[in-house]
């Protein structure tokens, strides 16, 4: 099990003024979220990419397919497991997950009088990339083996930057211009932060963890496709043995689990969003097999597919 001391272990502990003024920011987010979030649910905003969640249940869990991204609890605490590796965050932590990677989560006890509050965006990729050449030293990124997650205390410019996103809200006419600007921030601290040496390390050609990050948009575009190791190590300029190393180091799982389960999630999507039937999604998704798709659904999520949806339905609609 990986925690957030094991995710972090090597990261600079915060000053006693920055831990206090993380808690100062951290206490104004709580308030401007319970406000602006009355009832629980995941709410998207003005700002591309930026999501709001309010949970009140004793235990809420799910699982999807989960782009790269940064994620910020400010009350509450978070139960996850991307792809095989499993992360337990809390209140003024930050998870930030360099690949696309299939995921579950559970949220930890929460009520209605203290719930679950947590914000979370995309990472722009070609901006940290941007970013990382406006660096002295590229940031300084360390070589050797390489994490797809990191978990560690959030500092306060990042709450900074968030408050000013929430805030930011209140007066949509000014979103277009200021928000790229404080996302552009956000970024920036994500990559000189105690997450930096990951996000370095999953974009900077020639290190081990950029050959799997290289690959994902492939293996999205390509699902529908037969898809063999050999084509993901061909695709990723390693031999097959470096990468099935790779992938189990960065995800937990093999390429071609990996692979299934990315099939899986984007079936599930497909069902849900698009109202597509199980055997419309399992061929949309590269399965010529309709039974043993639903069996390795059911193995994935617990259910077969039609129960599976109508229970995700009916939950929402609650």
Partial sequence: MLDSDDAAADVTAMTEDERAEAIRINSQLKELLARRLPEPGDYSTGIDGLTLLRREASSHSGRCYEKPLAAFIIQGSKHSFFGAHEYVYAERQCLVAGIGMPASYQTLPATSEVPFLSIFFYLDMALLN?????????????????????????????????????????????????????????????????????????????????????????????????????????????????????????????????????????????????????????????YESVPQFNRDYKRLFGAPPHMDVKQRRDNKEK
């Avoid at 959030?154 to 930011?168: A, E």
């Avoid at 390429?255 to 999630?265: E, F, I, S, T």
Wanted: glycine share 8%; charged share 20%; net charge neutral.
């Fill in 130 to 286: 941007d970013l990382s050449h406006s660096i002295p030293n590229g940031g300084r990124t360390a070589a050797g083996e390489c994490e797809a997650v990191a978990i560690a205390d959030t500092p306060p410019q990042l709450l900074d930057g968030l408050l000013r996103l929430v805030r930011l809200l209140d007066t949509p006419e000014h979103i277009p211009v200021l928000a790229p600007t404080i996302m552009r921030e956000l970024h920036y601290y994500l990559l000189v932060g105690p997450y930096g040496n990951l996000l370095r390390q999953l974009n900077t050609q020639g290190l081990q963890g950029t050959a799997v990050a290289n690959v994902m948009d492939w293996l999205h575009e390509n699902l529908p496709n037969p898809i063999g190791i050999d084509d993901i190590a061909r695709r990723s300029g390693v031999s097959a043995a470096t990468l099935h190393r790779y992938f189990k180091r960065l995800t937990g799982l093999s390429p071609m689990q990996y692979v299934k389960q990315l099939r899986l999630c984007e079936a599930q999507r497909l069902m849900l969003a698009e109202h597509e039937r199980a055997a419309d999604a399992a061929r949309s998704v590269g």
